[in-house]
């Protein structure tokens, strides 16, 4: 069962500009994290809110959490030609149906040209 | 530190062939977990393990077995490939949790005729 839906499903953008990814769930939630996935590679894991949390900083990316919208955004700042990747969201709720594993979404297809 | 590594990269079976998935973690993580992921559907958690010893299944099973006797390794097996577990398997482990930050091995791409 799908919790998170990233929006949109693909993004092309230029080198310089800023990249916005939104992410929609079902169900309350403990955190909400970002992860990346280059071509044919492994998740690698960007930044972690937790629900009592309503923004984060990680270097060129700034994350969002509304739990009263079940939304939150990653927006990726002065972007590069190496940002072009898979990015998904994933949601945990320790005491509800999935037992406290993360549930993935889709995934937004980022494309930065140089 | 090695992280999670997993083995084969690539690997394409016969329908009805069994094999098995290695996955390794040197983190000394309790949490481990596989997942598939498929052309637009995302990962799909299959099992996971929340310590030697202890195992559950996620949201699909059928098809496949785990065990884990060592905090270490979380194999993966096939019993009998079908056509519709081709796809890329992903290892991940966790300190404690699922719900806590996941490091991913590099994935098994699984190609079954």
């Known amino acids: 069962s799908q919790q998170g839906e990233e929006d949109p499903q693909a993004l092309s953008i230029q080198e310089g500009e800023n990249a916005t990814m939104n992410c929609s769930y079902k169900?309350?939630?403990?955190?909400l994290q970002w992860y990346r996935q280059n071509s044919g590679r492994g998740l690698v894991h960007l930044i972690l809110?937790?629900?009592?949390?309503r923004e984060k900083h990680s270097g060129r990316l700034r994350v969002t959490l509304d739990t009263s919208k079940k939304s939150s955004s990653l927006l990726i700042t002065a972007s590069r030609a190496a940002d072009t990747a898979s990015y998904f969201c994933?949601?945990?709720?320790?005491?509800?149906?999935?037992?406290?594993?993360?549930?993935f979404g889709k995934g937004t297809k980022l494309s930065v040209k140089p | 530190n090695a992280g999670v590594t997993q083995t084969p990269k690539f690997q394409v079976l016969k329908t009805g062939q069994s094999m098995t998935l290695q996955c390794a973690q040197d983190?000394?993580?309790?949490?481990m977990s596989w997942y598939r992921q498929d052309p637009g559907m995302g990962l799909r958690l299959i099992h996971y393990?929340?310590?030697?010893?202890?195992?559950d299944q996620g949201e699909v099973p059928n098809g496949y077995n785990v065990s884990r006797s060592t905090t270490e390794d979380f194999p993966l097996r096939l019993l009998s490939a079908a056509p519709s577990q081709t796809s890329v398997y992903f290892c991940?482990?966790?300190?404690?949790?699922?719900?806590?930050?996941?490091?991913f091995g590099p994935g098994t791409r699984l190609t079954v005729t």
């Open positions: 991940a482990s966790s300190y404690v949790r699922s719900g806590e930050m996941q490091y």
């Open positions: 169900t309350s939630i403990n955190n």
């Open positions: 809110i937790r629900s009592n949390e």
């Open positions: 994933a949601t945990a709720d320790y005491y509800g149906g999935s037992q406290g594993n993360l549930i």
């Open positions: 983190m000394n993580h309790e949490y």
């Open positions: 393990s929340v310590g030697a010893g202890i195992t």
